[in-house]
C-alpha cells in the first residue's frame, strides 16, 4: 500500500469514528446521562476490577500458547500485554500491539515462536468469542422480545458463528498446513516463486507451529477456550455492573446479549483508533435490542473511561528496553548524573570486623546493591568487588544483581583474582575505594571523583565539614593491588563512629554515609537512610505524612513497580476522587475527601522510591508535577459539579472558574519558573523559591509564604477532609476561588526578585 493510500485509509477510519460518534451523542438524552453518571461513582472501580480480571484471563490464555511457557514469566507477559494493547488501543489502525509483543519479547522467545504464540491467542480468541456470540444470539433469539430487526440481526450471528465454527473444526481436525500449500499451488499455476520467499516461509513456519501447538495438547485448546468463556462472562458482568449502577435493572441474559452485540462491534470496528464513535454507538444499540435504552449512555462513557484507564497504565508500564532486565530498564528512565570517564570503585564487600551481612537489606533493597547502584548512578563504569570465598551461596543473588546492570562488575574471590583485577588497571590511575559495613550515596561517589589522591597517595571523602571521614577513599590504583593492605586501610575508618544523620543528609549539610559494624547498627543506619528521602522543603504536615509513607515505599521497592509507574496510578486516583465530588452527596464527599488524603500520603511514595532506589529524574518530577496539577484541577472541577448538585445555587460554576483560572495561572508560573530558576534541577523549585522569596522580607511575602502550605498536596486533604465530614464541601471551592488567585498575584509581584536571583547565578558561573 502506498503512502498516499495509507493515509486516506487513516483519516476515512478516523472519519468513521467521528461520525459514529457524533450520532451517538445526537440521540443520547444528556440530562438524564449526567443522573446516571452522578450515580457510577462507587461502580466505576468495580468495573476496572473486573476489567482488569479480563486482563488476567487473556494473560493467561497466552502464556499456554508457548511450547515452553517457563521461558517468560506471568507478570513479564501481562505487562507486555497491556503495553502492546495501549498501543492497539491508541493507533488508527488498531493492530500495532500484535507486532509489538513479537518484539518485547525479543530477548526472551524466537521470533518465530512469540509470533505463533501472539497469533494462536489471537485466533482462539477470535474463534471462541465466535462461539459464544453464536451460543448468545441463539440465547437471545429464544429468551428476549426481540424486534422483528433485531431478531434477524441475531440470526445472522448465529448462522456466522455456526460456519466458523465448522471451519475451525476442520482446520484443527487436519494434518497439513493450509497456507504454505496455498502458495505452492499458486507457484504451480501460474509459475511464480511465492513459497520460496523469506516472507511466506515464514508465514509457512509461524502457521505450521501453530498448528502443533494445537493438535499436539488437547489441553491447551481446552484452557483457550476456557478463558475464553471467563473472559467474555467478565464482559457481561461488567455490563451487569454499570447498568445496575445507572439504574437499568437487565437480567443475566440481557447482559449477556448486550455483550454480544458489543462484542461484534468490536470486530467491526477493529480500524476504527480508539473505537472511537464504535463504541458509544454499538453500547447504545446493544441496550436499545434488548429495551433498556436508558443505560446506553453509562455503559458507553464508563467503557471508555475503562478503555483510557488501561490504555494509560500500559504505556507508564512499557517495557523499555526489553532486551534487559527491569533494573536496565528503570536505570534508563532516570538520569545519569555524570558521564562516565573511566572511574572506578573498588569494594571491599567482607572484613573480619564487620559481623553484619553485606546483603542485609536496608529501606527494601540489599546493602551490597545499594553500592551497585551507587556507583553506577555517579557515573562509575566499573565495579571491582572483593566477596572472598566465604559465602558463595549468599552471594548468589547478588551475582545475579551484579550482571544485570549492563557494565563491568569483576567479583574476585581469591587474592590472586583481586590482584589480575586491579592490576589490569593504568598504575597511575586514581579510584575509589569503600570497605564492608559502609553505605554512601552516588552524591558522596561523585564528590569522590572529583578529589585527588594528595601527597600522601590517599585520601579521605567528607562527607560534609563537619564529616571528614566518610569510609570513602581515593587512591592510586597500584596502591590498591595489595588486598591485605587496602583492607586495613579500610578498616581504620570503621572506628570513627561520627557519621551524618539523616535530618543533616536531607536538608543538604552532609552526604549520605553509614557506618554498620553489626546487627546493633542495623536500626540507627534504617532510620537515617529512610529519613534522609525526606526533602528540606517538608513542612510538619508533610513530614507527618513521611511517617507513613516511608514504610509503604520500602514495601513498593520490592515490587515491580516503579517511580513513574505510582505517579500514573496516583493521577488515575486523582480524577476518580473528582468524579466523586461531583455526585455532591454526602457520603460520596466523604470517601471522595477519604481517596484524597490518601492520595496526599502516598503522594510522597514515588519521589521517596526514586531517591531510595537512585532514580531520581528530571522526566519523574515533571510527571510528578503533571499529576499534581492534574488532581488539583479534577478536585476543583468535581467540587464545583458537586457545588452545584448539592445547593441547586448555579454561581457555584462562577467560583469553581475562579478556582481553575487561578490555578491554571499559578501553575502557568510555576512551570515558568522551574525551567527558568532551577538550573536543570527542577526538583529544586520550592527550595530555590523560599530562599529567594524570603530574601527581602516583607509583611505581605512572609504571610503570603506561611499561608501557601495550605494549599499543598500535602495539607490541602486534611481541610477538605474536615469540611467534608462538616457537609460544607461548598466552602472548599470559595477559598480555593479566593486563594488561588492571591497565590498568583502574589508570584507576579514577586517575579522580578525570583528572576533577579536567576541572573546572579548565571554572573557568578
Not at 297 to 319: D, E, K, N, T
Not at 395 to 421: C, L, M, N, Y
Not at 555 to 577: D, E, F, H, K
Not at 657 to 667: I, K
Amino acid at each position: 500500500m502506498t503512502r498516499g493510500r495509507a493515509n486516506a485509509v487513516r483519516w476515512t477510519a478516523l472519519a468513521v469514528g467521528i461520525v459514529l460518534f457524533a450520532a451517538a451523542v445526537y440521540y443520547i438524552n444528556m440530562s438524564m446521562a449526567v443522573g446516571t453518571m452522578r450515580r457510577l461513582g462507587v461502580a466505576l472501580p468495580l468495573a476496572l476490577g473486573v476489567s482488569g480480571l479480563w486482563h488476567l484471563a487473556r494473560t493467561w490464555a497466552w502464556a499456554w500458547c508457548f511450547p515452553d511457557r517457563s521461558k517468560v514469566g506471568f507478570l513479564r507477559l501481562a505487562r507486555v500485554r497491556l503495553a502492546a494493547e495501549a498501543f492497539s488501543y491508541l493507533t488508527l489502525r488498531g493492530i500495532a500491539g500484535e507486532p509489538l509483543k513479537v518484539v518485547l519479547l525479543n530477548d526472551r522467545v524466537d521470533a518465530r515462536e512469540a509470533t505463533a504464540a501472539v497469533a494462536l491467542e489471537r485466533l482462539a480468541y477470535m474463534v471462541g468469542t465466535t462461539i459464544i456470540v453464536g451460543l448468545g444470539s441463539v440465547t437471545a433469539l429464544l429468551f428476549l422480545p426481540l424486534t422483528r430487526v433485531w431478531f434477524r440481526v441475531f440470526r445472522a450471528f448465529a448462522i456466522a458463528a455456526g460456519a466458523i465454527v465448522v471451519l475451525a473444526a476442520v482446520v484443527i481436525s487436519g494434518r497439513g498446513t493450509y497456507v504454505h500449500a496455498m502458495f505452492t499451488r499458486w507457484d504451480r499455476r501460474f509459475g511464480t516463486a511465492i513459497a520460496a520467499g523469506r516472507i511466506s516461509r515464514f508465514v509457512a513456519a509461524v502457521e505450521r507451529q501453530m498448528l502443533d501447538l494445537v493438535r499436539s495438547n488437547p489441553a491447551r485448546l481446552l484452557v483457550l477456550l476456557g478463558a475464553t468463556i471467563v473472559s467474555y462472562a467478565l464482559m457481561a458482568l461488567e455490563a451487569w455492573v454499570i447498568l445496575q449502577a445507572s439504574g437499568t435493572p437487565v437480567s443475566a441474559v440481557g447482559a449477556l446479549a448486550v455483550e454480544t452485540f458489543s462484542r461484534v462491534a468490536s470486530f467491526a470496528s477493529a480500524f476504527i483508533p480508539a473505537n472511537l464513535g464504535a463504541l458509544e454507538a454499538s453500547s447504545l444499540a446493544a441496550v436499545t435490542a434488548v429495551g433498556i435504552a436508558g443505560g446506553g449512555a453509562a455503559l458507553a462513557l464508563v467503557r471508555r473511561i475503562r478503555g483510557l484507564f488501561w490504555a494509560g497504565l500500559g504505556l507508564a508500564i512499557y517495557p523499555r528496553g526489553a532486551q534487559r532486565s527491569r533494573d536496565i530498564a528503570n536505570e534508563r528512565e532516570t538520569e545519569v548524573l555524570a558521564a562516565s570517564d573511566g572511574r572506578v570503585l573498588l569494594y571491599v564487600m567482607r572484613d573480619p570486623r564487620v559481623t553484619v551481612s553485606p546483603h542485609v537489606r536496608l529501606a527494601g533493597l540489599p546493602l551490597s546493591e545499594r553500592i551497585l547502584h551507587s556507583a553506577f548512578r555517579a557515573g562509575y563504569s566499573q565495579v571491582i568487588v572483593w566477596a572472598g570465598t566465604a559465602a558463595p551461596r549468599e552471594d548468589r543473588a547478588f551475582d545475579r544483581a551484579a550482571k544485570q546492570f549492563g557494565r563491568p562488575v569483576t567479583i574476585a574471590r581469591h587474592a590472586d583474582e583481586w590482584s589480575r583485577a586491579v592490576g589490569a588497571l593504568e598504575a597511575t590511575a586514581t579510584v575509589t575505594a569503600i570497605g564492608a559495613g559502609t553505605l554512601v550515596s552516588p552524591a558522596l561517589l561523585l564528590d569522590a571523583a572529583a578529589h585527588g589522591v594528595g601527597k600522601s597517595g590517599r585520601r579521605d571523602v567528607p562527607a560534609g565539614d563537619g564529616w571528614p571521614v566518610s569510609g570513602v577513599l581515593r587512591m592510586a590504583a597500584a596502591d590498591a593491588v595489595d588486598l591485605a593492605t587496602l583492607a586495613a586501610t579500610l578498616r581504620a575508618r570503621l572506628s570513627v563512629e561520627e557519621r551524618p544523620t539523616g535530618m543533616d543528609v536531607s536538608y543538604g549539610r552532609a552526604r549520605l554515609a553509614v557506618r554498620l559494624l553489626d546487627a546493633a547498627d542495623l536500626p540507627q543506619a534504617e532510620f537515617t537512610l529512610r529519613r534522609s528521602s525526606y526533602k528540606d522543603t517538608d513542612a510538619k504536615v508533610a513530614r507527618f505524612n513521611r511517617k507513613i509513607s516511608v514504610p509503604i515505599s520500602v514495601a513498593l521497592i520490592r515490587t515491580p513497580l516503579t517511580a513513574n509507574q505510582l505517579s500514573v496510578v496516583l493521577v488515575a486516583v486523582g480524577l476518580y476522587t473528582g468524579w466523586l465530588f461531583s455526585i455532591g452527596q454526602y457520603w460520596a464527599g466523604v470517601l471522595a475527601a477519604l481517596l484524597s488524603l490518601s492520595a496526599s500520603i502516598v503522594d510522597g511514595c514515588d519521589g521517596e522510591i526514586a531517591r531510595l532506589k537512585y532514580q531520581e529524574s528530571a522526566l519523574g518530577c515533571w510527571i510528578e508535577t503533571v499529576g499534581d496539577y492534574s488532581y488539583y484541577f479534577a478536585v476543583f472541577i468535581g467540587l464545583t459539579l458537586g457545588a452545584v448538585h448539592q445547593t441547586g445555587i448555579e454561581l457555584f460554576y462562577w467560583a469553581g472558574a475562579l478556582a481553575l483560572a487561578g490555578s491554571v495561572l499559578t501553575f502557568a508560573l510555576l512551570i515558568y519558573l522551574r525551567a527558568r530558576i532551577t538550573n536543570g534541577q527542577p526538583n529544586r523549585l520550592h527550595a530555590v523559591a523560599r530562599d529567594r522569596f524570603k530574601a527581602e522580607p516583607s509583611f505581605w511575602a512572609k504571610i503570603i509564604w506561611k499561608v501557601s502550605f495550605v494549599a499543598t498536596r500535602a495539607a490541602m486533604p486534611y481541610g477538605i477532609m474536615v469540611f467534608a465530614l462538616l457537609n460544607i464541601l461548598p466552602g472548599i471551592l470559595l477559598l480555593a476561588a479566593i486563594g488561588a488567585n492571591v497565590y498568583w498575584i502574589s508570584l507576579v509581584l514577586k517575579l522580578r526578585d525570583l528572576l533577579r536571583g536567576e541572573e546572579e547565578t548565571v554572573a557568578a558561573a
